[in-house]
């Protein structure tokens, strides 16, 4: 554990030299709720291909006076070669920037940049910016020492303020006074020398020159090699990264994105077997077809499930917020999934959630009370901690459904390749049952790796597809379902 502390202390150290220096905010997305703004003067570069900045969500008033805190900061380090983003810190803040509460995340969790998100826009102004560079490394190590000192020097300030005209963060006095309780030492940063900064030795070619220049007495005798050439560098390179293991995204395995078949002409290894819903790579088989994703034969808290037996209570109502949103449409080789625009979001047990996609599974993978539907529509959603909120609206014959024929008249004609119909819209509330009951209980992903923690919550009333509608969807997955898994003593809560 104390090996894995010094890298968060060195880090949390660098980022704390941004708070003490002006802060440039620049807003990245907003709605009526809420304002998303990234520290463009907090971009650091941590380790190589990864970056670090500060971010924040400004609450509007009504929404401030429900949460309690007017301000959410949040340090997050970005991994630019993956398209991944892990949250190291959190601050809430008070109308007047006091401190309401102080969190390190305990467990760092890399998160998958999903498509259209806030998130991929944050991502893509840190790791890709317009303009601009990432500040050096050893100017970074100076100016963290800087703040250190000053942190150090002003015993007056609020242990917890982080309004930079008064001093440094608390991210930089916390920090260094772990450092100093377990370490017994003012923790320092180590910074790795460049080969630029010290001159090369000379290559083989030009020492072979400069000996051959050399007079030599006699022919037999071997001339000695230049000491140039003889000295031990005064530097040694840097040691490669060791490549980073990255699992399988929650959300891109959750819309069975990048589980498809492989590229055209990429070979595979003899014994690589793909997951799918039969044969060898069907659900039986999905805890051993790689360590990762044991959870799927191992978990205790695994979707989809027979809903039954839920205690009927007052749940508090789902406050949908859709919008009218384009969308891109991929057959993604285990089902038909639409990546939504931003803006859409739900609230439900005071958290927000934003709709990052929906796929459809025929037929519904959830039964209530026994009882199985023609299909159901998954509409995943997925909060600013990483956190994912399923909404299942099962899907039963009846009448056509417009949004669904709007979907199908624009499917892909190949699989793995998206679509975006120019000028089409989708009103993602026609998604939605006119009653809104429904049962809620904790479980899974329903595809590999069958990570756990999600929230679900399954509309009580159905919508309705045509029998052609269904049909259509049929011919390219007759089946695309897991099958039910044991409930395990799980709660399950359902409006009255």
Known sequence: ???RMRPIVALLLLAGTASVLAADWQTVASDKKRTIELDRASILQSDPGTKVAWGRIVL??????T??????????????????????KRVYLDADSGVVKDEKVRVEKDMPVSAGSVDEKLWRDVCKPAGGGVADISQLAKNAAKAAQVATAKPELRAADYRPAKGADKATVTQVAEAKAEHGAEPTIPIKKNFIDKPAPPPKAEAAEKAAERPVDKPAERVAAPPEVQRVPAYLPPPRPRPRVVRMPAVAVDVNAGHGPAAPGTPLAHHEIHWSYDGEGGPANWG????????????????????????????????FDYKLSQFRIVDNGHTIQVNVGAGSSLQVMGRYYDLVQFHFHRPSEERINGKGFEMVVHLVHKDLDGRLAVVAVL?????????????????PLEKNVDYTPEGVAIDLNQLLPGERSYYTYMGSLTTPPCSEGVLWMVMKQPAQLSAEQIGIFSRLYPMNARPVQSMRGRMIKESR
């Open 60 to 65: 509007s008033e009504a929404e401030a006076a």
């Open 395 to 411: 899907l039963e014959r009846g009448q056509a459904h417009p949004l669904v024929q709007t979907l199908w008249n624009n499917l």
């Open 288 to 319: 051993v077809l790689k360590p990762e994703w044991q959870l799927c034969g191992s978990g205790e808290r695994q979707s989809p499930i027979d809903i039954r037996d839920g205690i009927k209570v007052e749940l508090e109502p789902i406050r």
């Open 67 to 88: 949460a309690g805190y007017t301000t959410v900061k949040a340090l997050n380090r970005y991994d630019c070669k993956n398209q991944t983003f892990a949250t190291i």
């Open 1 to 3: 554990m104390r090996h």
